[in-house]
């Protein structure tokens, strides 16, 4: 099962032999794309930087897929994809576009920023669709060498790890979708993220810029709001009952913008409990989940069904939202936890 990187390196340079531009330090890949290589073929970063050879370690053990293996880069990949706004963000936000095969938008939309990349990128399904839906055939035809999504997009009802790596790509799913995962894995994708593609300085740079984006908000609130958060129940979406966050990054996102789920106690990052335990746990404000800009449709359902319509939280309007894609570990999870912690406590940022 285990496949080393090299596989795909060699075949990426046997698509480069016959495709020099005249100078023999830059080459023309498969897509029409011009990379640069040092001198004895040593691959360089997206930063012109000597690239540095990079493990990563795939976790299959995590969801149940697989035993862990390793995969080791030896250059960058050239035509990554990624699944949902989310992940796509993580790319547009490091600058990595020219070397995407595509991205889906999915179901949940990034809502509160504005990549121009967005509009460039090949989209591989469309607008609401995740790559799930997608054929093999499709992937295949991306010629993509990286793969970016949740675990369950490797399983083997969509695209197993065992088809990536006999398709040579290689499958990428974030730290920050385990549902013990903190603040500090989206910190860590980056970082992941920033050697493999020989980027390390600017993923540095992002991460420090989000470090300092929450110290600023923690600063704000003060730490007596941390002692005695405000208690917030996450309406996702689901009408039967509700589909909330739990645990997770939602979880610490919530924690750091001075609140807690009601479903804490919940050891996961998503779950769905009844309505009649909201109704028992009595938020002081309640978090709607914007997936492409339908939270006026989701306020309207509070405020209407039988179960919440007489919580505190809906008769004193106290019903905000925030980004989902965000919400679940994103280049712009930072920004939402100060969009949050402005929501819960105006009254500190006047």
């Known amino acids: 099962m285990k496949k080393k990187l090299l596989v795909v390196i060699l075949a990426l340079t046997m698509l480069f032999v016959f495709s020099a531009c005249g100078d023999d330090n830059t080459v023309t890949g498969s897509k029409g794309d011009t990379y640069t290589v040092q001198e004895g073929n040593i691959a360089v970063g997206i930063d012109g930087n000597e690239y540095e050879p990079y ?29 949902g706004d989310q992940m796509a963000d993580f790319f547009f936000d490091l600058g990595l576009e ?37 054929s093999k055939e499709q992937i295949i035809a991306t010629g993509c060498d990286f793969m970016m999504g949740w675990d369950s997009l490797f399983s ?9 790596l006999d398709n040579n790509i290689v499958p990428y799913f ?15 994708d980056y970082e992941v993220l920033g050697h493999v593609f020989g980027c390390t300085e600017l993923a540095e740079q992002k991460v420090q810029a989000m470090k300092d984006k929450l110290a600023e ?11 005695d958060p405000i208690t917030v129940f996450v309406y996702d979406s689901g009408e039967d ?37 909201v109704v028992a746990r009595d938020p002081d ?23 919440t ?39 500190k940022f006047n």
């Open 55 to 83: 493990t990563i370690t795939l976790n299959l053990e995590r969801s149940g897929i697989g035993q862990n293996m390793e995969e080791t880069f030896t250059a960058p990949p050239v035509a990554a994809i990624a699944d």
């Open 241 to 277: 009952a509700p589909f909330t966050a739990c645990q997770g990054v939602p979880g610490d996102m919530i924690k750091l913008a001075g609140g807690i789920s009601i479903f804490d106690d919940i050891e996961k990052g998503w779950a769905t409990p009844s309505w009649e335990e």
């Open 217 to 227: 908000v923690r600063e704000t609130l003060g730490e007596d709001v941390y002692k």
């Open 156 to 164: 083997d009802d969509n695209f197993s790890v065992q088809f990536c």
């Open 98 to 134: 020219d070397h995407m095969a595509g991205f889906t938008r999915g179901a949940c939309w990034s809502t509160v920023s504005n990549y121009p990349a967005r509009d460039k990128v090949t989209k591989i399904t469309e607008d609401g669709v995740n790559l799930r839906n997608a």
């Open 309 to 347: 319509s007489q919580l505190r939280a809906v008769k004193e309007g106290r019903i905000y939202s925030a980004c989902c894609s965000d919400m679940q570990g994103s280049a712009g999870s930072a920004g939402t936890v100060e969009i949050m912690a402005k929501q819960f406590y105006p009254e």
């Open 285 to 307: 404000v309640i978090l709607i989940l914007d997936y492409d800009y339908d939270t006026e449709a989701k306020t309207e359902f509070l405020k209407t069904n039988e179960f």
């Open 174 to 188: 974030p730290y920050c979708c385990s549902d013990s995962a903190t603040f500090e894995d989206i910190y860590k």
